[in-house]
């Protein structure tokens, strides 16, 4: 699983890499909005999640978010926030979930989970047997 991780504080930061790398998952770490665009731009949206700080300097997770909604194709991006009184704005954002801070590890890692299962259809059209990739989330 590859994790882009948008938090500006250092101690965050850390503990976040460090459960990351006690689960198994790869991440890219970004301590602004601006820095998360430019990840997802480099890696061209490959991620399976990003965990998206709304507060930070430079460029907030709101703006990054319209951004990377605009910009790049569909991957979740859950919001990790102190502030869940603007839910309306996370969802208009392209937000698709939040984790209220503090946060259990225990829900961190349920949540990544759950956004980031991979779904697959099989259809048949006339005696051809296709499958398509998707997501659990509402990409629209």
């Known amino acids: 699983m590859k994790i882009l991780i948008a938090e500006d504080d250092l101690v965050l930061q850390e503990m976040t890499g460090r459960l990351m790398n006690r689960w198994g ?3 890219d770490m970004a301590s602004n909005g601006q820095e998360a665009v430019k990840q997802a731009q480099m890696h061209e949206g490959e991620y399976d999640i990003c965990l998206m700080d709304i507060d930070m300097p430079v460029m907030n997770g709101f703006e990054a978010t319209k951004i990377i909604r605009h910009k790049l194709r569909y991957f979740p991006i859950m919001a990790l926030t102190g502030n869940l ?3 309306q704005e996370y969802l208009e954002a392209g937000i698709d979930d939040f984790l209220e801070k503090p946060y259990k ?3 961190l ?3 990544i989970n759950e ?3 991979k779904v697959g259809e099989f259809y ?4 051809q047997l296709h499958f398509q990739k998707g997501t659990p989330m509402n990409q629209e």
């Open 115 to 117: 956004l980031s299962i």
């Open 109 to 111: 890692f349920d949540k």
């Open 105 to 107: 590890f225990d829900v």
């Open 124 to 127: 048949i059209t006339g005696n």
């Open 25 to 27: 998952y790869e991440f």
């Open 85 to 87: 009184r603007v839910k």
